[in-house]
């Protein structure tokens, strides 16, 4: 069966420095997102991507924050100078549409550590 | 502005039934999700509600109210493997997002 996967699993980096965080959607995906989850707390929605452009956005991806889709698999999350706070697990996802049912498929997550 | 609730926490045994409620207030809506996560895993979807009524799956169900801001996740002949938790998510008018309620952390004993 098809699934979104994540690299890496698990990145540890200091304060200030720059992360990629790079996903590969499902492969007949259209609709490409980001979200958060800081431990214990709820899944946060950063931002979407369709047809090479932000679609959506939420108020915690600032100008410290980039997407982009550097080939026809590769859906990245660029943090230009991490913070303390940047420390969660981000999830890609994907869906086939914008159409119902809109289901969007998580992929496992990479652990962002910013000491 | 956008708010979604649902119990932080519920325990049920083995073979019952259990259900988790979620209400929300959001500005627009196209659509109330169920997701399952276990612990350290990405969230994986179980439902999706656009319509007033049940929608059945197996041992789980979902129900919407639009007009109440209500649904409603059935999980029936509850096994140890559903202890998990369980997210609720809605879908605005405008744009592709979801957003996630707190979500509900179910423990099954036996």
């Known amino acids: 069966e098809p699934e979104v996967t994540q690299t890496p699993s698990h990145q540890v980096t200091q304060m200030g420095q720059e992360v990629i965080l790079r996903c590969v959607p499902i492969?007949?995906?259209?609709?490409f997102y980001w979200y958060r989850q800081i431990l214990g707390q709820k899944v946060e929605f950063l931002v979407s991507?369709?047809?090479?452009?932000?679609?959506?956005k939420s108020e915690i991806f600032d100008d410290q924050f980039s997407v982009e889709r550097p080939d026809g698999s590769n859906f990245t999350l660029k943090i230009r100078s991490t913070k303390l706070e940047d420390s969660a697990m981000y999830f890609c996802?994907?869906?086939?549409?914008?159409?119902?049912?809109?289901?969007?498929?998580f992929g496992p997550g990479t652990r962002l550590t910013v000491t | 502005g956008q708010n979604i609730d649902q119990p932080t926490e519920m325990t049920a045994t083995e073979g019952a039934i259990v259900q988790i409620n979620c209400t929300y207030q959001?500005?627009?809506?196209?659509?109330l999700f169920w997701y399952q996560q276990h612990a350290g895993e990405a969230p994986t979807f179980l439902s999706y509600?656009?319509?007033?009524g049940l929608e059945e799956k197996g041992r789980f169900s979902s129900f919407l109210s639009r007009s109440k801001g209500y649904s409603y996740l059935l999980l029936k002949e509850l096994q140890m493997k559903d202890s998990a938790s369980y997210l609720c998510?809605?879908?605005?008018?405008?744009?592709?997002?979801?957003?996630f309620g707190k979500g509900t952390t179910l423990s099954v004993s036996s």
């Open positions: 996802a994907s869906s086939e549409t914008g159409q119902p049912p809109y289901e969007q498929y």
């Open positions: 492969s007949n995906h259209l609709y």
């Open positions: 991507f369709y047809n090479n452009e932000i679609s959506e």
């Open positions: 959001t500005s627009g809506f196209n659509g």
């Open positions: 509600n656009v319509l007033d």
């Open positions: 998510a809605v879908k605005g008018q405008a744009g592709t997002a979801l957003i």
